[in-house]
């Protein structure tokens, strides 16, 4: 089996948060990687509020040799369902015409080869899924976790939950 398919999960960040009836609950953001993930997220940001995925950045690194065109992570929120079907975010950086098939231009925004950006959760995205939460009468969960699910370099090769793969 290679080794790039295994996943290891690790505790990325746990704060304080509210407190509910005198009691404090913790926040906790994992983190699902791969071994070979050619984006790192170097650090998970947010805010202590009963909407701290509002707040959510990740500051993420390319650790492989060329520019980045296209990444896309997974925001999961565990232990909630919407509408029969796992709550999930996506956090995206550049064009998703870059995930493998569209060869990049030298004026294309990318992430350079150990370049350091943070990216954020899209506003939009998360009231919708709050809107449709409260509908249900579902509560923000107080973990999450995130994966890298794709990437793409702009020369018609990409990343994709674990292989590196060409169109």
């Known amino acids: 089996m290679r080794r790039a398919t295994m996943f290891m999960c690790v505790a990325l960040l746990v704060l304080s948060s509210a407190t509910f009836?005198?009691?404090?609950?913790?926040?906790?953001?994992?983190?699902?990687r791969f071994d070979d993930e050619p984006l790192n997220v170097e650090k998970g940001d947010y805010d202590q509020s009963d909407n701290w995925l509002r707040s959510l950045s990740l500051l993420v690194k390319n650790t492989s040799s060329k520019p980045i065109y296209y990444?896309?992570?997974e925001v999961t929120l565990k232990g909630v369902r919407v509408a029969g079907q796992p709550a999930m975010l996506k956090v995206r950086f550049g064009n998703e015409a870059f995930a493998g098939k569209?060869?990049?231009?030298?004026d294309?925004?990318?992430?350079?080869?150990?370049?350091t950006v943070r990216l954020k959760?899209?506003?939009?995205?998360?009231?919708?899924?709050?809107?449709?939460?409260?509908?249900?009468?579902?509560?923000?969960?107080?973990?999450?976790?995130?994966r890298l699910r794709r990437v793409g370099f702009g020369d018609g090769t990409y990343w994709q939950d674990g292989h590196f793969l060409t169109q």
Do not use: C, H, W
Request: aromatic share 6%.
């Open 21 to 32: 009836g005198g009691a404090q609950t913790a926040r906790s953001l994992l983190l699902y």
């Open 108 to 115: 294309d925004k990318s992430i350079g080869p150990s370049k």
């Open 71 to 73: 990444a896309e992570f």
């Open 121 to 146: 959760l899209p506003t939009d995205a998360y009231e919708q899924l709050a809107q449709q939460m409260r509908a249900e009468g579902l509560r923000m969960p107080t973990m999450a976790g995130v």
């Open 102 to 106: 569209k060869a990049a231009n030298d």
